[in-house]
């Protein structure tokens, strides 16, 4: 698995670099069949926009992908909650693929109860 850190209108330095790693590393664990991960972080220089720095991720799966963006005031908060939210999401695509459907119905269960 690979994390790969781009910036835009931002240069990236090290300790930026080692911190996704660190954040988006840990959320990674969540699933084993993640393939890699890309991560784009921005500085939006519009005045009049709020959240002017802005992290996006883009987790590419066996069976897919999922994309998250966060926009903050600092860029290591931006970060911070996209770590949280790409962690609800893949946690929320585990549950969804993995875990076996129950294929019963609800007349099913009545008509057995009647007997």
Avoid: W
Avoid at 19 to 34: C, F, L, P, T
Avoid at 41 to 70: D, M, R, Y
Wanted: one cysteine or more.
């Amino acid at each position: 698995m690979y994390i790969h850190v781009n910036g835009k209108n931002i240069e990236i330095t090290p300790a930026i670099k080692a911190y996704v790693k660190e954040k988006i590393g840990k959320v990674a664990n969540y699933y084993d069949q993640i393939q890699g991960i890309d991560v784009i972080l921005s500085v939006i220089k519009n005045p009049a926009a709020s959240g002017k720095h802005v992290a996006e991720v883009v987790c590419k799966l066996t069976s897919g992908a999922i994309h998250c963006e966060e926009s903050a005031e600092s860029m290591y908060a931006s970060i911070d909650l996209l770590a949280d939210k790409l962690g609800r999401q893949i946690k929320k695509f585990k549950d969804k693929t993995l875990l076996p459907k129950d294929k019963s119905s609800i007349r099913t269960d009545i008509t057995e109860d009647a007997e």
